[in-house]
Protein backbone atom coordinates (compact mmCIF):
# COMPACT_ATOMS: atom_id res chain seq x y z
CA UNK A 1 0.00 0.00 0.00
CA UNK A 2 1.40 3.10 -1.36
CA UNK A 3 1.87 6.06 1.26
CA UNK A 4 -0.78 8.44 0.25
CA UNK A 5 -3.31 5.06 0.28
CA UNK A 6 -2.47 4.51 3.99
CA UNK A 7 -2.94 7.92 4.71
CA UNK A 8 -6.36 8.15 3.58
CA UNK A 9 -6.95 4.78 4.58
CA UNK A 10 -6.38 5.87 8.33
CA UNK A 11 -9.14 8.66 8.15
CA UNK A 12 -11.58 7.09 6.42
CA UNK A 13 -13.10 3.64 7.10
CA UNK A 14 -15.96 2.47 4.54
CA UNK A 15 -19.38 2.94 4.54
CA UNK A 16 -21.55 -0.08 4.80
CA UNK A 17 -24.15 1.42 3.09
CA UNK A 18 -23.65 -0.58 0.36
CA UNK A 19 -25.73 -3.78 1.81
CA UNK A 20 -26.33 -7.04 1.55
CA UNK A 21 -29.27 -6.34 -0.88
CA UNK A 22 -26.99 -4.19 -3.55
CA UNK A 23 -24.25 -7.11 -3.16
CA UNK A 24 -26.87 -9.47 -4.31
CA UNK A 25 -27.70 -7.75 -6.83
CA UNK A 26 -24.00 -6.78 -8.02
CA UNK A 27 -23.39 -10.69 -8.30
CA UNK A 28 -26.39 -11.25 -10.29
CA UNK A 29 -25.51 -9.03 -12.78
CA UNK A 30 -21.83 -9.50 -12.63
CA UNK A 31 -22.38 -12.90 -12.86
CA UNK A 32 -25.06 -12.67 -15.26
CA UNK A 33 -22.78 -10.27 -17.78
CA UNK A 34 -19.47 -12.74 -17.75
CA UNK A 35 -21.38 -15.42 -18.95
CA UNK A 36 -23.14 -13.48 -21.85
CA UNK A 37 -20.12 -11.72 -22.48
CA UNK A 38 -17.58 -14.47 -22.62
CA UNK A 39 -17.68 -14.77 -26.31
CA UNK A 40 -17.18 -10.89 -26.77
CA UNK A 41 -14.71 -10.94 -24.01
CA UNK A 42 -12.73 -14.00 -25.28
CA UNK A 43 -13.22 -12.36 -29.10
CA UNK A 44 -11.46 -9.08 -27.92
CA UNK A 45 -8.79 -11.27 -25.97
CA UNK A 46 -7.68 -13.11 -29.37
CA UNK A 47 -7.64 -9.52 -31.48
CA UNK A 48 -5.27 -8.50 -28.63
CA UNK A 49 -3.01 -10.94 -28.84
CA UNK A 50 -2.89 -11.24 -32.87
CA UNK A 51 -3.02 -7.00 -33.20
CA UNK A 52 0.16 -6.71 -30.38
CA UNK A 53 0.82 -9.58 -28.41
CA UNK A 54 0.64 -10.35 -24.59
CA UNK A 55 -0.83 -9.14 -22.08
CA UNK A 56 -4.31 -8.35 -23.42
CA UNK A 57 -5.23 -7.08 -19.65
CA UNK A 58 -4.08 -3.48 -18.23
CA UNK A 59 -3.82 -4.09 -14.45
CA UNK A 60 -3.60 -0.72 -12.86
CA UNK A 61 -3.77 -0.27 -8.71
CA UNK A 62 -6.44 2.00 -7.71
CA UNK A 63 -8.29 3.70 -4.68
CA UNK A 64 -11.10 1.53 -3.32
CA UNK A 65 -13.47 2.00 -0.61
CA UNK A 66 -11.88 3.57 2.44
CA UNK A 67 -8.90 4.39 0.96
CA UNK A 68 -7.47 0.41 0.00
CA UNK A 69 -6.05 -0.06 -2.61
CA UNK A 70 -7.12 -2.87 -5.20
CA UNK A 71 -5.82 -3.98 -8.70
CA UNK A 72 -8.19 -3.10 -11.51
CA UNK A 73 -8.95 -4.75 -14.75
CA UNK A 74 -9.04 -3.62 -18.25
CA UNK A 75 -8.39 -4.83 -21.65
CA UNK A 76 -4.90 -2.66 -22.60
CA UNK A 77 -6.49 -0.06 -25.17
CA UNK A 78 -2.51 1.61 -25.72
CA UNK A 79 0.80 -0.47 -27.10
CA UNK A 80 2.41 -2.81 -25.21
CA UNK A 81 5.88 -0.59 -25.18
CA UNK A 82 3.86 2.06 -23.56
CA UNK A 83 5.03 2.60 -20.02
CA UNK A 84 3.43 2.29 -17.21
CA UNK A 85 4.85 5.69 -15.81
CA UNK A 86 2.98 7.93 -18.78
CA UNK A 87 0.43 10.22 -18.33
CA UNK A 88 -1.99 8.37 -16.09
CA UNK A 89 -5.24 9.63 -18.06
CA UNK A 90 -7.08 8.97 -21.53
CA UNK A 91 -7.11 11.94 -24.00
CA UNK A 92 -8.88 11.92 -27.51
CA UNK A 93 -6.43 11.12 -30.22
CA UNK A 94 -4.40 9.54 -27.13
CA UNK A 95 -1.01 8.21 -29.65
CA UNK A 96 -0.63 5.36 -27.49
CA UNK A 97 -3.66 3.67 -28.11
CA UNK A 98 -3.38 0.69 -30.55
CA UNK A 99 -6.53 0.70 -33.65
CA UNK A 100 -8.29 -1.88 -31.77
CA UNK A 101 -7.52 -0.04 -28.53
CA UNK A 102 -9.53 2.79 -29.87
CA UNK A 103 -12.56 0.67 -30.89
CA UNK A 104 -12.44 -0.20 -27.06
CA UNK A 105 -12.58 2.80 -25.43
CA UNK A 106 -15.14 4.02 -27.98
CA UNK A 107 -16.94 1.41 -26.92
CA UNK A 108 -16.21 1.05 -23.38
CA UNK A 109 -15.61 -2.57 -23.71
CA UNK A 110 -12.31 -2.08 -22.25
CA UNK A 111 -13.72 -2.00 -18.98
CA UNK A 112 -15.50 -5.62 -19.24
CA UNK A 113 -12.49 -7.20 -17.27
CA UNK A 114 -13.62 -5.20 -13.57
CA UNK A 115 -16.72 -7.46 -13.89
CA UNK A 116 -14.19 -9.95 -11.91
CA UNK A 117 -13.33 -6.76 -10.01
CA UNK A 118 -17.27 -6.38 -8.99
CA UNK A 119 -17.23 -9.98 -8.22
CA UNK A 120 -14.49 -10.15 -5.90
CA UNK A 121 -16.21 -7.28 -3.86
CA UNK A 122 -12.90 -4.63 -4.86
CA UNK A 123 -16.45 -3.06 -6.92
CA UNK A 124 -19.87 -2.65 -7.24
CA UNK A 125 -21.92 -2.18 -10.58
CA UNK A 126 -23.13 1.56 -9.77
CA UNK A 127 -20.68 3.19 -7.29
CA UNK A 128 -17.76 6.55 -7.51
CA UNK A 129 -15.07 5.96 -10.19
CA UNK A 130 -11.99 4.22 -8.69
CA UNK A 131 -9.14 7.00 -9.18
CA UNK A 132 -5.41 5.93 -9.57
CA UNK A 133 -2.94 6.06 -6.71
CA UNK A 134 -1.69 9.26 -8.69
CA UNK A 135 -4.69 11.01 -7.92
CA UNK A 136 -5.02 10.35 -4.18
CA UNK A 137 -4.05 13.39 -3.40
CA UNK A 138 -7.37 15.10 -5.10
CA UNK A 139 -9.25 13.78 -2.55
CA UNK A 140 -8.17 15.90 0.40
CA UNK A 141 -9.62 18.77 1.13
CA UNK A 142 -13.43 18.01 1.12
CA UNK A 143 -14.04 14.91 -1.47
CA UNK A 144 -12.91 12.55 1.30
CA UNK A 145 -16.07 11.10 2.22
CA UNK A 146 -16.25 9.81 -1.56
CA UNK A 147 -13.89 6.77 -0.40
CA UNK A 148 -16.58 5.60 2.29
CA UNK A 149 -18.25 4.34 -1.14
CA UNK A 150 -17.71 1.08 -2.95
CA UNK A 151 -16.13 1.82 -6.58
CA UNK A 152 -18.28 1.36 -9.23
CA UNK A 153 -18.51 0.77 -13.14
CA UNK A 154 -21.39 2.76 -13.61
CA UNK A 155 -22.74 6.05 -11.86
CA UNK A 156 -23.53 9.27 -12.35
CA UNK A 157 -19.98 11.10 -12.96
CA UNK A 158 -19.34 7.89 -15.19
CA UNK A 159 -22.58 8.47 -17.03
CA UNK A 160 -22.56 12.14 -17.31
CA UNK A 161 -18.54 12.41 -18.14
CA UNK A 162 -19.05 9.23 -20.52
CA UNK A 163 -16.53 10.97 -23.41
CA UNK A 164 -14.50 12.69 -20.37
CA UNK A 165 -11.37 12.21 -23.01
CA UNK A 166 -13.00 14.92 -25.50
CA UNK A 167 -13.31 17.65 -22.46
CA UNK A 168 -9.56 18.28 -22.12
CA UNK A 169 -8.72 21.78 -23.99
CA UNK A 170 -5.92 22.23 -26.32
CA UNK A 171 -2.62 23.85 -24.91
CA UNK A 172 -4.10 22.99 -21.40
CA UNK A 173 -1.96 20.70 -19.14
CA UNK A 174 -3.98 17.38 -18.74
CA UNK A 175 -3.19 16.57 -15.55
CA UNK A 176 -4.08 19.99 -14.39
CA UNK A 177 -7.00 20.17 -16.19
CA UNK A 178 -8.28 17.15 -14.38
CA UNK A 179 -7.34 18.06 -10.71
CA UNK A 180 -8.87 21.52 -10.76
CA UNK A 181 -12.17 21.53 -13.22
CA UNK A 182 -12.85 17.62 -14.45
CA UNK A 183 -12.35 15.77 -11.06
CA UNK A 184 -13.82 18.42 -8.74
CA UNK A 185 -16.80 18.59 -10.87
CA UNK A 186 -17.00 14.56 -10.73
CA UNK A 187 -16.43 14.70 -7.03
CA UNK A 188 -19.21 16.95 -6.50
CA UNK A 189 -22.01 15.11 -8.79
CA UNK A 190 -21.32 11.51 -6.92
CA UNK A 191 -21.29 13.10 -3.31
CA UNK A 192 -24.55 14.75 -3.83
CA UNK A 193 -26.31 11.38 -5.12
CA UNK A 194 -24.73 8.61 -2.60
CA UNK A 195 -25.46 10.11 0.33
CA UNK A 196 -29.11 9.70 -0.56
CA UNK A 197 -29.15 6.85 -3.05
CA UNK A 198 -31.45 3.85 -2.82
CA UNK A 199 -31.33 0.23 -5.02
CA UNK A 200 -34.40 2.01 -7.21
CA UNK A 201 -32.06 5.45 -8.49
CA UNK A 202 -29.07 2.77 -8.60
CA UNK A 203 -31.10 0.85 -10.80
CA UNK A 204 -32.05 4.13 -12.87
CA UNK A 205 -28.38 5.27 -13.55
CA UNK A 206 -27.50 1.76 -14.19
CA UNK A 207 -30.26 2.11 -17.35
CA UNK A 208 -28.64 5.67 -17.85
CA UNK A 209 -25.18 4.37 -17.99
CA UNK A 210 -26.07 1.84 -20.65
CA UNK A 211 -27.60 4.26 -23.26
CA UNK A 212 -24.98 6.59 -22.49
CA UNK A 213 -22.65 3.99 -24.11
CA UNK A 214 -23.97 4.33 -27.01
CA UNK A 215 -23.92 8.30 -27.70
CA UNK A 216 -21.57 9.48 -30.07
CA UNK A 217 -18.41 11.56 -28.88
CA UNK A 218 -18.10 15.34 -29.11
CA UNK A 219 -15.43 16.73 -31.13
CA UNK A 220 -12.40 17.35 -28.20
CA UNK A 221 -13.04 21.24 -26.82
CA UNK A 222 -11.25 23.71 -29.05
CA UNK A 223 -11.32 21.48 -32.18
Given at each position: ??????????H??P????????????????????????????????????????????????????????????????????????L????????????????????????????????????????????S?A?????????????????G?????????????C?????????????E???????R?????????????????M???F?????????????
Amino acid sequence: MNAPDLSLHRHFAPNPAHGLARRAIDLALAMTAVVVLAPLMLLIAVALMLESGWPVLFVQTRLGTGGRSFRMYKFRKFAVRCSTHGLPLTVAGDSRMTPIGRLLAAAKFDELPQLWNVLKGEMAIVGPRPESLAFADCFLGGFEPLLQYKPGLLGPSQTLFRHEACLYPQCVDPLRFYREILFPAKARIDLSYYPKRTIGSDIAWMMRGFLAILRPARPPVGV
